[in-house]
């Protein structure tokens, strides 16, 4: 880039500058650095001249220039040569110091540029500056400012200087009476000595190392005696957080006998400094800085003042940290500082200030004390050491204390005395209890986070915190292996410390790791010497059982099984090269799923599973009887926690399933019958499960420990005193025959298929028969439960073809019974659910039920769950879930009756059960007819195998039952009206020989009108039910019409409008599309229509029963006119309304006159008749034909005359 061209470039940018719109002058600036970045001389020379040329510029856009020139000079200060940076450094000078009136921004932005100078040319920079910094004359703020500022970016550059600096200063201490001016002289005072500091501390890579402490030290006294002795009594804040900050630093530089001889003043003086100001950031910095001082020196006065640097520094420790204020936070961290110096020094006295604060109840103190004594075991470590057991026994009431902070400071001592072996002396074990306690409190025990308005920070929990404390103290801290391994053990068994599982799984992982690195000694515990650690037994039931929730607690139910796997040496054995293989795979499993995903059935199942397999290894009867004990032992432990209850049963079971000890076995199983909560539901079902996971493998001593069960004392009105049950109430008692009942049926739903058969009626349902006349509703439900798994049992069977179950009928029986015991218009209990389900099972064995034992069942069934009031709108999701699972067992029962008897015989009795409930008055009813009708009917398709081509005769009668529901009131009901249909018209492809796979264009149709059904209007309903009728009239076989046509005129009465309006609507649409197969029918039809127009007086049916003879007329007109003809007469008011619908059409009336005189010419219109006596003479008797036809015309509002030739008679 041409120089020429950056300079002008620069020049356009510079004038752009001034622009009002502050966003442009931000990015002019920003363009005029990025320029700076390629071409740096060329952009600072453009400055320098355009800043000499423009000199009544405003300082804001001088500001703005300045700064991008400081940009650009600290980034390529390298690149600059000596006469730019000279030129660079007048410029500045000048500027900043062109008005002796402090503009801010303006100054400090040239003072900037010479300190960014001043990293490269420190000399030339010096020269420029001292020559505005003369004897006898106070120089510009910003002078002062800027030699501090230069002592602070270039210690090696500036130190040199400082003897000339601070004798020429020292008289204009004196001279300054403003406080901003002596500010600028603390601030440089301080930048001086810290650099000063710096350098002598680094004097391997100064340019002078000759430069010694005492060089500065007299001019530091000066200086110091006038800031601390006259400035720091000043009014003005500011000064005296200035001359503090001073203090610090200066009093490393100053003379040993003076600073031991100022000390007496010093400290108090700063100490003060606390009352005045709300800010101490600054004060304990510098108080820091004056201790180390002191310390450093040997000062034996320190000690006098201890207690009250004690006392005031304990005091801003306790101060609450607000997080809104960073300037706090820094103060603590000063704080603490000061109280290393102290413990460096003074480890007596200081532990004798802080200790017995421990013991104070306030939360502050203790607090704060907690956060000292944690700092000074971390920075007074080799001062410490001997502390240990004080510092321990100490601890003894914070441990105890329940607050939340003290707890949160308490655990961060604990990790501090773990990194410096304090958990190792006598006392450490109760430290590493109390964090185990605290990683085990409940999530939603912990206080909530803080709001935007609180004082406090957010903070992590206590448990949080404790987690994270074990972990990185198990994983981290090498020597606490030894600690800690293998006493965790300790804590995974029990209860109270069932929170913290999971972290103690994962830090006794890895330290189980760590051990087995070293060596199998190292790693395999040893039982005899450490007799507090849970035995293998109880290591391996406690993991296995809290693996059945494995999400809870962070995911403990990985982190048991990881500990099992890397603990199998200490298990057995045996199980190391086993438990690599299919400890993965459970692990895996649980990766592959989440809490909401898992199937608990599933995941039970797989670690039973696992657990069979372990038993298989082992192969150890002792081993497996002494696992099977402490299973029982530690059943108590899960009162609290009925799911992981339930599931050890399940392992109990599963381990008495290998155990070869018959004796041993039935021990175990009547210490479970006599100890089980027989109250909670839960844990009856999971000993129940326990049994039947044992008979398995013992079946025979399953049974006899029940049947010895049943014969104690539990189930005698007897109360000796050796009576174990004597103070169980009659509750009670049922509650434990619920138990055995239930045992009865996990017995015969796991005992081995080849045996149920044997004992199913024997030993298994004669005890359960026992009980069937309670009115429990709990004992009910056991029963029914039982009865249920007997069946499933038989049914499962091989030979449950053959088998002869003699009792069934018994059973249906009482399952009806305790149906019907159930209020017939509420549900509220699973009773019927699961009594249908048990006989759905029961009917599929043999013998088959009796006809009138399958109807009533049916009726019943039906009665005691169609008329369920429908439960109101919000009602909670358990009732629905209940209702819904209700509906889903009288399904399955009644497609499991009609899988009896799959013929159209078998479906038209089930329908006929149905049908009052279909067109019942009650909507709820009808749509759930309709649900059962479609479930039925898809089923039957489902399952249709047709071996010859047979007619499905009843196929117009279902039709005609469901069709005019498709215009029902209810939605639902009109989307199962169709579904009904379209099955049933697969159904007839079906017998018509077309494959279940075979989808008809015609039929299909329906489902399009299905979706048209959920919010109609009246025009657009009706109009889909003449398209349904349409597509009926299409696929109906010819012998199914006038069945069809019957059922549907039975619905013309239908109290439901709509419906009724349907059927007129699909009669009159399939009159028009096949009525002219009717012929034969006609008389029929006609006789029908007659008969509904007398049952009923509703306008559209007698405009549709019009219609039909009309239609019917239109293609049969004489067999209409016939079947008119030969009504009683007189002809009633009803057959009248049938004549009129004959005069609709000119051309149809015409037909119907001529039918009417070819019938009066071919009959004589009367016959004579004789009287009784011959003297009277003869009488004349019309014929009924004749007399019928010349009424007709009348009937049709036709003169009868005009029937007469030539018209003879109409006078």
């Known amino acids: 880039m041409a120089e020429p061209y950056v300079k002008k470039l620069s020049t356009v940018l510079l004038e752009a500058i001034t622009d009002k719109d502050p966003l442009v002058q931000e990015q002019v600036c920003g363009a005029l650095c990025a320029l700076g970045e390629a071409q740096p001389a060329e952009v600072l020379r453009a400055c320098e001249e355009y800043l000499w040329q423009h000199e009544k510029l405003a300082h804001p856009y001088r500001t703005m220039i300045l700064r991008a020139m400081e940009t650009v000079v600290s980034s390529h200060i390298s690149d600059l040569d000596k006469d730019m940076a000279r030129a660079v450094i007048f410029l500045v000078s000048s500027e900043m110091t062109r008005v002796k009136d402090l503009v801010c921004d303006w100054q400090q932005a040239a003072s900037n540029v010479l300190v960014a100078v001043g990293k490269q040319f420190i000399g030339l920079v010096m020269e420029e500056v001292l020559s505005k910094f003369q004897p006898g004359a106070l120089p510009h703020y910003f002078v002062v400012q800027t030699l501090a500022n230069l002592a602070a970016s270039n210690v090696f550059g500036m130190v040199p200087f400082l003897t000339s600096i601070l004798s020429t200063m020292l008289p204009m201490l004196g001279m300054a009476k403003h406080d901003t001016m002596r500010v600028a002289f603390c601030c440089a005072l301080q930048h001086f000595s810290e650099s000063t500091l710096e350098y002598l501390a680094n004097l391997d890579q100064a340019p002078d190392p000759t430069v010694r402490k005492d060089t500065f030290a007299t001019d530091i006294f000066s200086a110091y005696d006038i800031l601390f002795n006259h400035w720091l009594q000043s009014r003005e804040a500011k000064l005296r957080l200035a001359v503090v900050e001073a203090l610090g630093p200066m009093s490393h530089l100053l003379p040993s006998e003076k600073l031991e001889e100022q000390l007496p003043k010093l400290l108090p003086g700063v100490l003060a400094l606390y009352r005045k100001h709300a800010e101490t950031f600054h004060v304990s910095k510098s108080l820091g ?21 004690l006392a005031a520094l304990h005091a801003q420790i306790c101060v609450p940290v607000e997080s809104s204020s960073p300037l706090v936070v820094s103060n603590r961290k000063e704080v603490l500082r000061c109280f290393t110096v102290l413990a460096c020094c003074s480890p007596d006295r200081l532990l004798a200030f802080l200790l017995p604060k421990l013991d104070a109840n306030n939360e502050r103190t203790r607090v704060g004390t907690l956060q000292v004594v944690r700092h000074v075991i971390n920075s007074a470590a080799s001062q410490m050491e001997v502390k240990k057991p004080f510092i321990l026994s100490s601890m003894r009431l914070p441990l105890l204390d329940t ?61 949080d915190i404790s987690i994270s404390t074990l972990y990185l103290v198990s994983t981290t801290v090498d020597r606490m292996s030894h600690v800690l ?23 006794l992982v890895h330290l189980a790791q760590k051990r087995e690195e070293v060596g199998a000694d190292a790693f395999l515990i040893q039982y005899d010497s450490n007799v507090t650690l849970p035995s293998p037994y109880a290591i391996t039931t406690r993991l296995l059982t809290v693996s059945s929730n494995p999400y809870l607690g962070d995911g403990r139910g990985a982190a048991s099984l990881r500990l099992l796997s890397v603990l199998h040496r200490n298990i057995h054995p045996l199980l190391g090269q086993r438990w690599a293989t299919t400890v993965p795979l459970l692990l895996e499993h649980l990766d ?34 002494q696992l099977s004990l ?70 025979d001593d399953v049974l006899a420990q ?112 305790f149906i019907k015991a159930e209020p017939p218009d509420s549900l509220r209990t699973p009773i019927r659910k699961k009594a249908m389900l048990a006989c759905t099972y029961l009917v ?117 039952l469901f069709s005019p529901r498709c215009a029902d009131l209810w939605p639902a009901t009109r989307q199962e009206a169709v579904s009904c249909v379209h099955a049933l018209l697969y159904l007839q492809l079906g017998y018509e020989g077309f494959s279940r796979d075979y989808r008809d264009d015609v039929a299909e149709q329906l489902l399009a009108l299905k979706e048209g059904l959920v919010h109609p209007d009246p025009a657009v309903l009706f109009h889909t039910c003449h398209s349904i009728a349409q597509i009926i009239a299409k696929r109906l076989p010819p012998e199914q019409l006038i069945s069809l046509l019957l059922t549907l005129f039975e619905s013309l009465g239908d109290p439901d409008k709509n419906c009724s309006r349907a059927a007129t609507i699909m009669v009159n649409c399939l009159l028009r599309e096949r009525g002219s197969m009717l012929q034969e029918k006609v008389p029929e039809i006609v006789s029908v229509l007659r008969s509904k127009l007398q049952e009923t007086r509703e306008e559209h049916v007698l405009q549709a029963a019009q219609h039909s003879v009309y239609l019917l007329a239109s293609q049969h007109c004489a067999a209409v006119v016939s079947s008119l003809l030969g009504g009683p007469l007189p002809f009633d008011s009803h057959t009248c309304t049938l004549w009129r619908a004959l005069a609709l059409e000119p051309s149809l009336t015409t037909q119907v006159l001529g039918l009417l005189l070819e019938k009066m010419s071919r009959d004589v ?47």
């Not at 109760?430 to 935007?452: R, S």
């Not at 209850?645 to 006599?674: D, M, P, W």
């Not at 009609?898 to 329908?911: A, D, E, F, K, Y």
Request: proline share 6%; charged share 20%; aromatic share 6%.
């Open 403 to 463: 607050n939340s902070k003290v707890k949160r400071a308490v655990v961060q001592v604990i990790s501090a005395m773990a990194h410096h072996g304090y958990l190792e002396q006598p006392g450490g074990e109760a430290m590493v209890a109390y964090i185990v306690q605290q990683c085990a409190l409940p999530p939603e025990a912990e206080p909530q986070k803080p709001g935007p308005d609180s004082e406090e920070p957010a903070t992590d929990s206590v448990r």
């Open 844 to 960: 599929s064995l043999e013998p088959a039920l009796e006809e009138r034992v399958q109807a009533d069942l049916i009726r019943g069934c039906l009665h005691s769950v169609m008329a369920v009031l429908p439960e109101p709108e919000g009602e909670e999701d358990r009732q629905k879930s209940l209702y819904l699972d209700t509906m889903h067992a009288l399904e399955d029962l009644l497609t499991s009756l009609l899988r009896r008897n799959m013929t159209p015989q078998g479906l038209q009795i089930m329908v006929e059960h149905l049908s009052p409930w279909i067109r019942s008055p009650r909507g709820h009813e009808r749509v759930r007819a309709l649900g059962l009708s479609a479930c039925l009917l898809q089923h039957f398709l489902e399952h249709l195998h047709v071996s010859a081509l047979v007619p499905f005769h009843n196929l117009g009668l279902l039709i005609g």
């Open 592 to 625: 592959e799923h989440t809490e909401e995903t898992l199937s608990q059935k599933e995941w039970e199942e797989r670690l039973l599973a696992f657990l069979r397999d372990t038993l298989a290894v082992v192969s150890d009867n002792t081993w497996i009887c």
């Open 289 to 309: 800085q004056i201790l180390e001082a002191a310390v450093s020196v040997g000062s034996r006065t320190l000690e006098a003042q201890l207690d009250a640097l």
């Open 706 to 817: 029940l049947e010895d069960f049943m014969r104690s004392d539990v189930f005698r009105r007897s109360t000796g005193i050796f009576n174990i049950f004597k103070d169980r109430s009659e509750n009670d008692v049922e509650k434990v025959k619920s138990t055995l009942i239930l045992c009865y049926g996990h017995v015969a739903a796991r005992a081995p298929r080849e045996l149920v058969l044997a004992k199913v009626e024997s030993d298994i349902l004669r005890n359960i028969f026992q009980y069937f006349s309670t009115k429990d509703p709990a004992l009910k439900l056991c029963l029914i439960q039982s009865v249920c798994m007997a069946s499933q049992a038989i049914c499962s069977s091989a030979q449950a073809g053959s088998f002869h179950f003699s009792r069934k009928a018994e059973l249906v029986a009482q399952m009806m019974e």
């Open 1165 to 1211: 219109p009367f016959k004579e008749t004789r009287a009784f006596l011959l003297s009277s003479p003869p009488g004349r008797e019309a014929t009924l034909l004749p007399l019928a036809v010349s009424g007709a015309p009348g009937l049709m509002r036709i003169a009868p005359f005009c029937l007469l030739p030539g018209g003879e008679g109409a006078g």
């Open 485 to 507: 391994w293998p006493h965790l053990l300790e804590f995974l068994t029990p209860v109270r410390f069932t929170g913290a599982l999971t972290p103690l799984c994962r830090s």
């Open 630 to 699: 402490e299973m029982c032992r530690q059943l108590p432990c899960y009162n609290g926690t009925p799911q992981e209850k339930n599931f050890l049963y399940k392992c109990i079971g599963t381990t008495l399933g290998a155990a070869s000890s018959k004796e041993v076995v039935r021990k175990h199983l009547q210490e479970l019958l006599e100890t089980a909560r027989h109250q909670e539901e839960a844990e009856r079902e999971g000993l129940a499960c326990c049994f039947g996971i044992c008979a398995t493998s013992h079946l």
